[in-house]
């Protein structure tokens, strides 16, 4: 039986008096990677951040288990402690600092000093761009490679699981198709992903299964392949 790496039960989000996320169920278990589509609004950010414990102003209700464990009364350090990793919208990657030290920073929790410099090997083998630019400072990268730089950071930490909020946004085609690239290869050495996208398309070609998020309703799940056919999300997702 498949290990569960993430469960969500019935998870609802208010913000004052609007409630973003209304009740949703969603699972992720090990190696899969899923994605979680839907349109701006919909409430995707909101689950990542609730998952993350990162809405301490928020009315969170419901329940989530991570690594079998339930997570209430973790904070958001104790679950980075734990090895869940997330990737905000907008990247966050520290501007002034060089590849090299983003990267390092993304190890902070690590003490192996061989592990981490065969990790940075590692993935300066998958994220070449990173490898050239080595030494310069992030905020001259641009937005696909910082992008790129986010990821490669994150996964320096050895993430149980990793999310990635709306990785392609902002980028230029031939970009977004690059950051799929990475995200299918990172996803093949059995890192277990949850990946929030708008662009449904891509995310249902590379994904495992899918969850269809919409005015903070769950309203489709399955196999991502099969969404791919389905008449409703090719009317309402895929432009078709
Ligand atoms: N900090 C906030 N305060 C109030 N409302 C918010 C806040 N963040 C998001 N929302 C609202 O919650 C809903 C879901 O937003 P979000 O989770 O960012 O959607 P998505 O990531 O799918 O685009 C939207 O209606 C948005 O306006
Ligand atoms: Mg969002």
């Known amino acids: 039986m498949a290990t569960n790496i993430l469960k969500v039960s019935n998870l609802k989000v208010a913000y004052g008096g609007i409630q973003a996320v209304k009740g949703i169920n969603l699972e992720v278990n090990e190696g899969e990677l899923v994605t979680l589509i839907g349109a701006n609004g919909a409430g995707k950010t909101t689950t990542l951040k609730a998952i993350t414990g990162t809405l ?52 902070y929790t690590r003490d192996d000093k061989a592990g981490i410099a065969a990790d940075i090997d590692k993935w300066f083998g998958v994220f070449p761009r990173l490898k050239e630019r080595a ?51 990172v996803s093949a050495q059995g890192i277990t992903i949850l990946l929030v996208e708008q662009n449904a398309k891509l995310a249902l070609e590379a994904a495992h299964r899918a969850y269809v998020m919409d005015s903070g309703l769950v309203t489709m799940s399955g196999n991502a392949k099969d969404m791919l056919d389905d008449p409703k999300v090719k009317a309402a997702y895929l432009g078709e």
Do not use: W
């Not at 990247?91 to 190890?107: K, P, Y």
């Not at 990785?167 to 290869?185: A, D, Q, Y």
């Open 135 to 185: 030494a310069q400072m992030a905020g001259t990268l641009s937005g696909g490679e910082q992008q790129m730089l986010a990821m490669a950071r994150a996964l320096m930490s050895h993430p149980k699981l990793l999310l990635l909020d709306e990785p392609s946004m902002g980028l230029s085609p031939i970009m977004v198709e690059k950051i799929f690239e990475v995200i299918r290869t």
């Open 56 to 107: 301490p102003q928020c009315k969170v209700e419901g329940e989530m288990h991570y690594l079998g464990e339930h997570t209430k009364g973790l904070t958001s350090f104790n679950l980075v402690k734990q090895k869940l990793a997330m990737v905000p919208e907008g990247r966050g990657v520290f501007t002034r600092m060089s590849i090299q030290e983003n990267l390092l920073m993304g190890a």
